[in-house]
């Protein structure tokens, strides 16, 4: 089973969402994009915005939002993400809402948009709030560590892209169905193909933070 990566593009400045797309490599999306830019004839929304930010100095940051199977034509998951932003409010530079080539979807992919678009149970809610809760929070009875320290504007940046993340990914997640293929998958993967996808995804950010040590303070 092959995988395709689904990325964001933040503004560097603010953080603010700007573009979802998907890739093979993801570095080498990011580079055809930069190329496109550099180039005079492109004029699409998102070629302008980072053609404006290369003439300040600067590109966009790009995160992987969520590691996804490789279909015929674009990822229905590209579908769900572009489209969940853009009822968050985001500001996308996306000319499209995603799906290039798959116009004419089949019912399996029908299925897996559908199924995209469902949300947890309200047992599944309350048992995850539960486990916050009161004592149960990792933060219960500590001070707080940051108390009168205003963050500075690269924190500032770091918190919006964790948050546009975080509630672009809600209601999202894998059925069982392809959980069971990505089990199957990896445990049959050969060392080449192993070698591939840790180069499409190096160097690539999951996110803006990074996880700490069980040892750390």
Known sequence: MNFVFIYSLHDPGTGHLRYVGWANNIK???????????????????????????????????????????????????????KRARELGFDLVNGSDGGEGGINPTESVRAKISFANSHPSDETRARKSAAKSGANHPAFGKPAHNRGVSPSEETRVKIRVARALQ??????????????KFKASHSNMTEETRAKMSAAKSGIKRGPYKKRSPDAS
């Not at 580079?31 to 053609?51: G, P, Q």
């Not at 509630?167 to 069971?180: A, D």
């Open 28 to 82: 080498k999306r990011l580079a055809a994009h930069l190329s496109k830019a550099r180039a005079v004839k492109d004029t699409s929304h998102r070629t302008n915005w980072i053609r404006k930010l290369l003439s300040e100095g600067k590109e966009p940051l790009q995160f992987l939002v969520a590691e996804v199977p490789k279909v015929e034509g674009a990822p229905p998951e590209e579908i769900f993400f572009i």
């Open 167 to 180: 509630v672009m990914r809600i209601g999202w997640k894998h059925s069982p169905e392809t959980i069971e």
